[in-house]
Protein backbone atom coordinates (compact mmCIF):
# COMPACT_ATOMS: atom_id res chain seq x y z
CA UNK A 1 0.00 0.00 0.00
CA UNK A 2 2.74 2.54 0.56
CA UNK A 3 4.49 1.30 -2.25
CA UNK A 4 1.29 2.15 -4.28
CA UNK A 5 1.22 6.09 -2.56
CA UNK A 6 4.70 6.03 -2.86
CA UNK A 7 4.41 5.79 -6.63
CA UNK A 8 1.13 7.43 -6.93
CA UNK A 9 2.51 11.04 -5.47
CA UNK A 10 5.92 10.68 -7.57
CA UNK A 11 3.37 11.01 -10.70
CA UNK A 12 1.54 13.88 -9.13
CA UNK A 13 5.45 15.77 -8.93
CA UNK A 14 6.32 14.15 -12.56
CA UNK A 15 3.28 15.56 -13.75
CA UNK A 16 3.21 18.97 -11.16
CA UNK A 17 6.96 19.59 -12.57
CA UNK A 18 6.06 18.93 -16.10
CA UNK A 19 4.66 22.39 -16.96
CA UNK A 20 7.46 24.16 -15.39
CA UNK A 21 9.69 22.26 -17.43
CA UNK A 22 8.08 23.93 -21.00
CA UNK A 23 7.75 27.02 -18.99
CA UNK A 24 11.57 27.02 -18.87
CA UNK A 25 12.06 25.92 -22.53
CA UNK A 26 10.06 28.59 -23.55
CA UNK A 27 11.91 31.41 -21.77
CA UNK A 28 15.07 30.10 -23.06
CA UNK A 29 13.87 30.31 -26.88
CA UNK A 30 12.33 33.55 -26.42
CA UNK A 31 15.71 34.80 -25.92
CA UNK A 32 16.82 36.67 -29.10
CA UNK A 33 13.53 35.65 -30.98
CA UNK A 34 10.61 37.64 -32.03
CA UNK A 35 9.17 39.22 -29.00
CA UNK A 36 7.54 41.89 -30.56
CA UNK A 37 5.06 44.14 -28.96
CA UNK A 38 1.54 42.49 -29.70
CA UNK A 39 -0.15 46.05 -30.07
CA UNK A 40 2.63 46.72 -33.09
CA UNK A 41 0.83 47.92 -35.95
CA UNK A 42 3.45 48.32 -39.34
CA UNK A 43 2.93 51.89 -41.07
CA UNK A 44 3.28 52.40 -44.43
CA UNK A 45 4.47 55.83 -46.32
CA UNK A 46 1.78 57.07 -48.69
CA UNK A 47 3.18 57.38 -52.13
CA UNK A 48 0.56 60.26 -52.56
CA UNK A 49 -0.93 58.80 -55.90
CA UNK A 50 -2.44 55.54 -57.77
CA UNK A 51 -1.53 55.18 -61.49
CA UNK A 52 -2.50 52.44 -64.07
CA UNK A 53 0.05 52.57 -67.27
CA UNK A 54 -1.34 51.58 -70.66
CA UNK A 55 1.57 51.72 -73.25
CA UNK A 56 2.24 51.00 -76.33
CA UNK A 57 5.47 50.34 -77.96
CA UNK A 58 6.75 50.12 -81.27
CA UNK A 59 9.78 49.36 -82.62
CA UNK A 60 10.92 49.23 -86.20
CA UNK A 61 13.95 47.62 -88.18
CA UNK A 62 16.66 50.78 -87.90
CA UNK A 63 16.25 50.93 -84.05
CA UNK A 64 13.46 53.24 -83.94
CA UNK A 65 10.89 53.60 -80.90
CA UNK A 66 7.36 54.67 -81.11
CA UNK A 67 5.64 54.90 -77.48
CA UNK A 68 2.39 56.06 -76.92
CA UNK A 69 1.68 56.27 -72.62
CA UNK A 70 -1.54 56.99 -71.24
CA UNK A 71 -1.17 57.41 -67.28
CA UNK A 72 -4.97 57.38 -65.01
CA UNK A 73 -3.38 59.19 -61.81
CA UNK A 74 -5.64 59.38 -58.93
CA UNK A 75 -4.37 62.04 -56.05
CA UNK A 76 -4.49 60.11 -52.88
CA UNK A 77 -2.40 62.57 -50.98
CA UNK A 78 -3.77 65.52 -49.19
CA UNK A 79 -2.60 68.60 -50.71
CA UNK A 80 -4.30 69.95 -54.72
CA UNK A 81 -1.71 70.13 -57.45
CA UNK A 82 -1.09 72.92 -59.51
CA UNK A 83 1.63 70.52 -61.61
CA UNK A 84 2.16 66.96 -62.52
CA UNK A 85 6.25 65.48 -62.25
CA UNK A 86 7.70 62.59 -64.00
CA UNK A 87 10.67 61.05 -64.38
CA UNK A 88 11.66 60.86 -68.34
CA UNK A 89 14.84 59.04 -67.94
CA UNK A 90 15.67 59.13 -72.13
CA UNK A 91 16.83 62.22 -71.84
CA UNK A 92 19.56 62.17 -70.24
CA UNK A 93 21.00 60.27 -72.42
CA UNK A 94 20.26 62.70 -75.56
CA UNK A 95 23.05 64.37 -77.26
CA UNK A 96 22.30 67.89 -75.72
CA UNK A 97 21.88 66.58 -72.11
CA UNK A 98 25.17 64.22 -72.36
CA UNK A 99 27.06 67.49 -73.55
CA UNK A 100 25.35 69.62 -70.71
CA UNK A 101 26.27 66.65 -67.84
CA UNK A 102 29.55 65.72 -69.04
CA UNK A 103 28.55 62.22 -69.46
CA UNK A 104 30.52 60.36 -72.55
CA UNK A 105 28.64 58.11 -74.72
CA UNK A 106 29.57 56.00 -77.66
CA UNK A 107 26.59 56.83 -79.25
CA UNK A 108 24.13 59.43 -77.56
CA UNK A 109 20.14 58.85 -77.38
CA UNK A 110 17.76 60.36 -79.48
CA UNK A 111 14.39 61.76 -78.39
CA UNK A 112 11.14 63.66 -79.88
CA UNK A 113 8.20 64.30 -77.91
CA UNK A 114 5.08 64.67 -80.07
CA UNK A 115 2.72 65.65 -77.80
CA UNK A 116 1.37 65.51 -74.19
CA UNK A 117 -2.01 65.95 -73.37
CA UNK A 118 -4.13 66.26 -70.71
CA UNK A 119 -7.57 64.68 -70.25
CA UNK A 120 -7.40 64.95 -73.89
CA UNK A 121 -6.35 68.64 -74.14
CA UNK A 122 -2.96 69.58 -75.55
CA UNK A 123 -0.70 70.40 -72.74
CA UNK A 124 2.27 72.85 -72.15
CA UNK A 125 5.50 71.26 -70.56
CA UNK A 126 8.66 71.67 -69.86
CA UNK A 127 11.08 68.98 -70.43
CA UNK A 128 14.47 69.35 -68.23
CA UNK A 129 17.56 66.59 -67.58
CA UNK A 130 14.78 64.00 -66.02
CA UNK A 131 12.25 65.94 -65.23
CA UNK A 132 8.79 66.64 -66.88
CA UNK A 133 7.22 68.96 -65.52
CA UNK A 134 3.23 69.59 -66.84
CA UNK A 135 1.31 73.15 -65.52
CA UNK A 136 -2.28 72.01 -64.80
CA UNK A 137 -4.83 74.52 -65.86
CA UNK A 138 -6.93 72.78 -63.66
CA UNK A 139 -5.64 72.29 -59.92
CA UNK A 140 -6.59 67.94 -59.08
CA UNK A 141 -7.86 68.26 -55.46
CA UNK A 142 -7.24 65.22 -53.45
CA UNK A 143 -9.04 62.42 -54.30
CA UNK A 144 -9.89 63.28 -57.66
CA UNK A 145 -8.25 61.23 -61.60
CA UNK A 146 -6.67 63.10 -64.37
CA UNK A 147 -5.17 61.36 -67.63
CA UNK A 148 -2.21 62.42 -69.14
CA UNK A 149 -1.09 61.29 -72.52
CA UNK A 150 2.77 60.94 -73.72
CA UNK A 151 3.49 60.08 -77.89
CA UNK A 152 6.97 59.98 -77.62
CA UNK A 153 9.68 58.39 -79.73
CA UNK A 154 13.47 57.59 -79.62
CA UNK A 155 16.34 55.53 -80.48
CA UNK A 156 18.84 54.21 -77.59
CA UNK A 157 22.35 55.26 -76.78
CA UNK A 158 24.95 52.93 -76.70
CA UNK A 159 27.52 53.07 -73.71
CA UNK A 160 24.00 54.67 -71.83
CA UNK A 161 23.02 53.14 -68.34
CA UNK A 162 20.12 50.66 -68.02
CA UNK A 163 18.27 52.70 -71.03
CA UNK A 164 21.04 51.49 -73.66
CA UNK A 165 21.73 49.15 -76.46
CA UNK A 166 24.62 46.65 -75.92
CA UNK A 167 25.98 44.06 -78.75
CA UNK A 168 22.53 43.73 -80.49
CA UNK A 169 20.43 44.06 -77.59
CA UNK A 170 18.02 46.58 -76.58
CA UNK A 171 17.64 47.39 -72.59
CA UNK A 172 14.60 49.52 -71.76
CA UNK A 173 14.70 50.67 -68.38
CA UNK A 174 12.41 53.78 -67.02
CA UNK A 175 11.64 54.42 -71.15
CA UNK A 176 7.94 55.65 -69.90
CA UNK A 177 7.25 58.98 -68.11
CA UNK A 178 7.49 57.62 -64.35
CA UNK A 179 4.98 59.92 -62.16
CA UNK A 180 7.18 61.04 -59.03
CA UNK A 181 5.59 60.20 -55.25
CA UNK A 182 3.89 62.89 -53.69
CA UNK A 183 4.54 63.73 -50.15
CA UNK A 184 5.50 66.67 -47.36
CA UNK A 185 3.06 68.72 -49.29
CA UNK A 186 5.61 68.55 -53.00
CA UNK A 187 6.53 66.79 -55.19
CA UNK A 188 9.59 63.75 -54.01
CA UNK A 189 11.82 64.07 -57.32
CA UNK A 190 15.62 64.44 -56.97
CA UNK A 191 18.02 65.14 -59.76
CA UNK A 192 19.53 62.19 -61.99
CA UNK A 193 22.62 61.09 -60.96
CA UNK A 194 25.01 57.81 -62.69
CA UNK A 195 25.36 56.17 -60.00
CA UNK A 196 22.49 54.70 -57.90
CA UNK A 197 18.92 54.57 -58.70
CA UNK A 198 17.81 58.11 -58.23
CA UNK A 199 14.15 57.57 -59.69
CA UNK A 200 10.99 57.22 -56.62
CA UNK A 201 7.54 55.24 -57.16
CA UNK A 202 5.08 53.80 -56.14
CA UNK A 203 3.59 50.44 -56.44
CA UNK A 204 1.23 50.89 -60.01
CA UNK A 205 -0.48 48.92 -62.18
CA UNK A 206 0.24 48.23 -66.21
CA UNK A 207 -1.40 47.36 -69.71
CA UNK A 208 1.35 46.91 -72.24
CA UNK A 209 1.29 45.99 -76.39
CA UNK A 210 4.30 46.21 -78.02
CA UNK A 211 5.36 45.41 -82.12
CA UNK A 212 9.06 44.45 -82.35
CA UNK A 213 10.69 43.42 -85.94
CA UNK A 214 11.31 39.68 -87.15
CA UNK A 215 14.49 37.99 -85.76
CA UNK A 216 14.35 39.76 -82.02
CA UNK A 217 12.64 38.36 -78.78
CA UNK A 218 10.60 40.16 -76.49
CA UNK A 219 11.67 39.43 -72.16
CA UNK A 220 10.35 41.47 -69.90
CA UNK A 221 8.28 41.88 -66.83
CA UNK A 222 5.63 39.66 -67.94
CA UNK A 223 5.33 36.89 -66.53
CA UNK A 224 3.74 34.07 -69.40
CA UNK A 225 6.18 34.87 -72.13
CA UNK A 226 7.65 31.95 -74.23
CA UNK A 227 10.83 31.70 -75.97
CA UNK A 228 10.88 32.47 -79.00
CA UNK A 229 8.18 35.67 -78.20
CA UNK A 230 5.39 36.71 -80.57
CA UNK A 231 6.79 39.33 -82.98
CA UNK A 232 3.28 40.98 -81.22
CA UNK A 233 1.83 41.18 -77.65
CA UNK A 234 0.42 42.24 -75.28
CA UNK A 235 0.63 41.98 -71.03
CA UNK A 236 -0.71 43.08 -67.84
CA UNK A 237 0.89 43.12 -64.83
CA UNK A 238 -0.54 44.75 -61.35
CA UNK A 239 1.58 46.17 -58.01
CA UNK A 240 5.13 46.82 -59.61
CA UNK A 241 7.40 49.97 -59.47
CA UNK A 242 7.97 50.05 -63.07
CA UNK A 243 7.89 47.64 -65.81
CA UNK A 244 11.18 46.41 -68.06
CA UNK A 245 12.07 45.06 -71.36
CA UNK A 246 14.96 43.55 -73.01
CA UNK A 247 14.44 42.71 -76.71
CA UNK A 248 17.00 40.48 -77.82
CA UNK A 249 19.03 39.07 -80.52
CA UNK A 250 20.01 35.41 -80.78
CA UNK A 251 20.04 34.60 -77.00
CA UNK A 252 21.25 31.02 -75.62
CA UNK A 253 18.37 30.13 -73.24
CA UNK A 254 18.54 28.27 -70.57
CA UNK A 255 14.73 27.49 -69.12
CA UNK A 256 13.83 25.48 -65.66
CA UNK A 257 10.79 25.17 -63.56
CA UNK A 258 11.21 25.69 -59.72
CA UNK A 259 7.36 25.07 -58.08
CA UNK A 260 5.49 27.73 -59.81
CA UNK A 261 8.23 30.06 -61.41
CA UNK A 262 9.63 29.98 -64.50
CA UNK A 263 13.50 30.60 -64.87
CA UNK A 264 15.04 31.57 -67.75
CA UNK A 265 18.90 32.72 -68.04
CA UNK A 266 19.50 34.28 -71.74
CA UNK A 267 23.31 34.31 -72.60
CA UNK A 268 25.06 35.46 -75.84
CA UNK A 269 28.43 33.83 -75.52
CA UNK A 270 29.25 30.20 -75.89
CA UNK A 271 29.32 29.60 -72.13
CA UNK A 272 26.63 26.66 -71.68
CA UNK A 273 28.11 25.74 -68.73
CA UNK A 274 27.98 28.80 -66.88
CA UNK A 275 24.59 29.73 -67.75
CA UNK A 276 23.19 26.44 -66.85
CA UNK A 277 25.14 26.67 -63.35
CA UNK A 278 23.65 30.25 -63.15
CA UNK A 279 20.22 28.70 -63.58
CA UNK A 280 21.10 26.56 -60.86
CA UNK A 281 21.96 28.73 -58.57
CA UNK A 282 19.05 31.15 -59.25
CA UNK A 283 16.98 28.15 -58.56
CA UNK A 284 18.57 27.72 -55.08
CA UNK A 285 18.28 31.38 -53.96
CA UNK A 286 14.87 31.49 -54.98
CA UNK A 287 13.86 28.34 -53.41
CA UNK A 288 15.60 29.60 -50.47
CA UNK A 289 14.09 32.92 -50.46
CA UNK A 290 10.57 31.55 -50.81
CA UNK A 291 11.36 29.06 -47.81
CA UNK A 292 12.61 32.15 -45.56
CA UNK A 293 10.78 35.42 -46.59
CA UNK A 294 7.61 34.21 -48.80
CA UNK A 295 6.63 33.50 -52.20
CA UNK A 296 8.39 35.08 -55.10
CA UNK A 297 5.40 37.30 -56.89
CA UNK A 298 5.42 36.05 -60.03
CA UNK A 299 5.30 32.79 -61.88
CA UNK A 300 8.33 34.06 -64.11
CA UNK A 301 11.70 35.08 -63.69
CA UNK A 302 13.93 36.58 -66.69
CA UNK A 303 17.80 36.49 -66.31
CA UNK A 304 19.62 38.94 -68.66
CA UNK A 305 23.26 38.30 -69.10
CA UNK A 306 24.28 41.44 -71.10
CA UNK A 307 24.78 44.54 -69.13
CA UNK A 308 24.78 45.98 -65.82
CA UNK A 309 23.71 44.01 -62.55
CA UNK A 310 20.50 45.79 -62.00
CA UNK A 311 16.98 44.57 -60.91
CA UNK A 312 13.62 45.06 -62.48
CA UNK A 313 10.10 43.27 -61.61
CA UNK A 314 10.11 40.00 -62.60
CA UNK A 315 13.56 40.62 -64.44
CA UNK A 316 17.08 41.02 -63.47
CA UNK A 317 20.22 41.93 -65.95
CA UNK A 318 23.83 40.51 -64.67
CA UNK A 319 26.77 40.95 -65.55
CA UNK A 320 28.91 44.11 -65.23
CA UNK A 321 29.57 47.24 -62.44
CA UNK A 322 29.23 50.59 -64.15
CA UNK A 323 30.74 49.61 -67.30
CA UNK A 324 33.05 46.83 -66.12
CA UNK A 325 32.24 43.27 -66.51
CA UNK A 326 32.82 40.44 -63.64
CA UNK A 327 34.56 37.42 -63.38
CA UNK A 328 32.20 34.58 -63.97
CA UNK A 329 31.84 33.85 -59.93
CA UNK A 330 31.12 37.16 -59.49
CA UNK A 331 28.20 37.13 -62.28
CA UNK A 332 26.40 34.24 -59.86
CA UNK A 333 26.74 36.63 -56.86
CA UNK A 334 25.15 39.17 -58.99
CA UNK A 335 22.35 37.24 -59.87
CA UNK A 336 21.77 36.15 -56.46
CA UNK A 337 21.67 39.65 -55.01
CA UNK A 338 19.58 41.19 -57.59
CA UNK A 339 16.89 38.03 -56.86
CA UNK A 340 17.24 38.97 -53.19
CA UNK A 341 16.44 42.89 -54.61
CA UNK A 342 12.84 41.18 -55.73
CA UNK A 343 11.35 40.71 -51.56
CA UNK A 344 13.53 44.17 -51.05
CA UNK A 345 12.67 46.49 -54.17
CA UNK A 346 10.05 44.42 -55.67
CA UNK A 347 7.41 43.85 -52.55
CA UNK A 348 8.62 46.54 -50.23
CA UNK A 349 9.06 49.88 -51.27
CA UNK A 350 11.55 52.16 -50.28
CA UNK A 351 12.90 55.46 -51.55
CA UNK A 352 16.38 54.34 -53.34
CA UNK A 353 17.69 58.09 -53.62
CA UNK A 354 16.93 58.94 -49.92
CA UNK A 355 17.39 55.82 -48.27
CA UNK A 356 19.55 53.18 -50.36
CA UNK A 357 20.21 51.19 -47.49
CA UNK A 358 16.83 49.98 -47.10
CA UNK A 359 17.07 47.95 -50.15
CA UNK A 360 20.41 47.55 -51.07
CA UNK A 361 21.43 47.19 -47.40
CA UNK A 362 18.64 44.35 -47.23
CA UNK A 363 19.27 42.97 -50.30
CA UNK A 364 22.68 42.57 -49.54
CA UNK A 365 22.29 40.85 -46.18
CA UNK A 366 19.66 38.16 -47.81
CA UNK A 367 22.24 37.79 -50.22
CA UNK A 368 24.58 36.81 -47.38
CA UNK A 369 22.21 34.78 -45.26
CA UNK A 370 21.58 32.46 -48.73
CA UNK A 371 25.91 31.89 -48.91
CA UNK A 372 25.90 31.47 -45.04
CA UNK A 373 22.53 28.34 -45.46
CA UNK A 374 24.58 26.78 -47.84
CA UNK A 375 27.60 26.44 -45.99
CA UNK A 376 29.06 25.15 -42.25
CA UNK A 377 31.20 28.11 -42.06
CA UNK A 378 30.25 30.44 -38.69
CA UNK A 379 29.47 34.04 -39.55
CA UNK A 380 33.03 35.96 -39.25
CA UNK A 381 31.66 39.24 -37.52
CA UNK A 382 34.59 40.75 -37.00
CA UNK A 383 36.09 40.34 -40.15
CA UNK A 384 33.15 41.78 -41.29
CA UNK A 385 33.83 44.52 -38.83
CA UNK A 386 37.09 45.19 -40.09
CA UNK A 387 35.98 45.11 -43.30
CA UNK A 388 33.88 48.63 -43.05
CA UNK A 389 36.43 50.06 -40.86
CA UNK A 390 38.71 50.49 -44.48
CA UNK A 391 35.83 52.26 -46.18
CA UNK A 392 36.56 55.45 -46.28
CA UNK A 393 34.72 58.33 -43.74
CA UNK A 394 33.38 54.40 -42.02
CA UNK A 395 31.83 56.72 -39.55
CA UNK A 396 29.25 57.86 -41.86
CA UNK A 397 25.40 56.39 -41.04
CA UNK A 398 24.17 54.40 -43.45
CA UNK A 399 20.88 56.22 -44.57
CA UNK A 400 21.99 59.47 -45.72
CA UNK A 401 20.47 60.59 -49.20
CA UNK A 402 22.84 59.21 -52.19
CA UNK A 403 24.15 62.69 -52.80
CA UNK A 404 26.55 62.63 -49.40
CA UNK A 405 28.66 59.33 -50.49
CA UNK A 406 31.56 59.06 -52.22
CA UNK A 407 31.20 55.54 -52.90
CA UNK A 408 28.01 53.24 -51.48
CA UNK A 409 29.99 51.23 -49.54
CA UNK A 410 27.79 52.72 -46.91
CA UNK A 411 24.57 51.35 -47.93
CA UNK A 412 25.88 48.30 -49.18
CA UNK A 413 28.54 46.39 -47.06
CA UNK A 414 28.20 48.42 -43.74
CA UNK A 415 24.40 48.46 -43.71
CA UNK A 416 24.46 44.61 -43.75
CA UNK A 417 27.53 44.25 -41.34
CA UNK A 418 25.20 46.52 -39.31
CA UNK A 419 22.45 44.01 -39.27
CA UNK A 420 24.01 40.67 -39.34
CA UNK A 421 25.59 42.17 -35.42
CA UNK A 422 21.95 42.70 -34.59
CA UNK A 423 22.32 38.52 -34.56
CA UNK A 424 25.75 37.84 -32.85
CA UNK A 425 24.47 37.47 -29.73
CA UNK A 426 20.71 36.54 -30.61
CA UNK A 427 21.00 33.18 -32.43
CA UNK A 428 22.75 34.32 -35.46
CA UNK A 429 21.68 33.25 -39.12
CA UNK A 430 18.78 31.26 -37.78
CA UNK A 431 17.33 34.37 -35.56
CA UNK A 432 18.35 36.62 -38.43
CA UNK A 433 16.14 34.35 -41.17
CA UNK A 434 13.13 34.40 -38.44
CA UNK A 435 13.82 38.45 -38.21
CA UNK A 436 13.74 38.82 -42.12
CA UNK A 437 10.68 36.83 -42.46
CA UNK A 438 8.57 38.69 -39.72
CA UNK A 439 9.72 42.10 -41.28
CA UNK A 440 8.82 40.95 -45.08
CA UNK A 441 5.53 39.72 -43.56
CA UNK A 442 4.61 42.74 -42.33
CA UNK A 443 5.94 45.14 -45.05
CA UNK A 444 5.48 43.71 -48.33
CA UNK A 445 3.65 46.16 -50.70
CA UNK A 446 4.20 48.81 -48.73
CA UNK A 447 7.02 51.78 -48.58
CA UNK A 448 9.20 51.69 -45.27
CA UNK A 449 11.61 54.96 -44.35
CA UNK A 450 14.08 54.49 -41.87
CA UNK A 451 11.66 55.90 -38.87
CA UNK A 452 9.60 53.08 -39.85
CA UNK A 453 12.96 50.23 -39.87
CA UNK A 454 13.86 51.48 -35.79
CA UNK A 455 10.34 51.67 -34.78
CA UNK A 456 10.22 47.68 -35.94
CA UNK A 457 13.62 47.09 -34.36
CA UNK A 458 12.93 48.68 -31.41
CA UNK A 459 9.64 46.59 -30.69
CA UNK A 460 11.19 43.53 -32.46
CA UNK A 461 14.19 43.37 -30.01
CA UNK A 462 12.33 44.80 -27.41
CA UNK A 463 15.61 47.39 -27.01
CA UNK A 464 15.66 49.84 -24.07
CA UNK A 465 17.54 51.98 -26.15
CA UNK A 466 18.94 53.14 -29.62
CA UNK A 467 22.17 52.62 -28.83
CA UNK A 468 22.60 49.44 -31.06
CA UNK A 469 21.08 51.16 -33.58
CA UNK A 470 22.62 54.92 -33.16
CA UNK A 471 26.00 54.03 -34.11
CA UNK A 472 25.15 53.26 -38.22
CA UNK A 473 21.62 55.11 -38.40
CA UNK A 474 20.93 58.97 -38.24
CA UNK A 475 17.63 58.74 -36.08
CA UNK A 476 15.80 61.58 -35.95
CA UNK A 477 12.81 60.64 -33.80
ZN1 LIG B 1 21.38 45.95 -55.40
Redesign the pocket.
Known amino acids: MLIILFIILLLVIIVLLKPNQKQTDKETALVGTNILNEDFSPQTLPSGNENRYDIDLKMDSDGKFQVESTVEIKNTSEDTWKELVFYFIPNIFTKESSEQLGNTLDTSATLQVHDILVEGKTSGFTLTNDTITIPLDNPIQPGDNVAVDFSYQFTLPVGGLRFTKTKDNYHLAQFFPMLATFRDHKWNKEEYRFRGETYHTGFSDFNVSYDIPESYTFVSTSEDEIYPSKRTGTFLINDVKEIFIAILKDPRVVEKQVGDVNIRVFGFEEKDDLYKEISGIASDSLQYFQEVLGPYPFTQLDIVLDGLGM?YPGIVTAGSIYGKSVRDDAVKNMVV??IA?QWFYGVINNDPYNEAWL??GF?TFAEELFHFSQSDDEIPYDKMLERIELIKDSSLPVNLPLDQYENNSHFYGKASTMLWLLFKDRGGLEEAEKFLKTYYDFYKYKEVNTEEFVRFARSYFNLEDDSELSTWLEINN
Open positions: EHEHDET
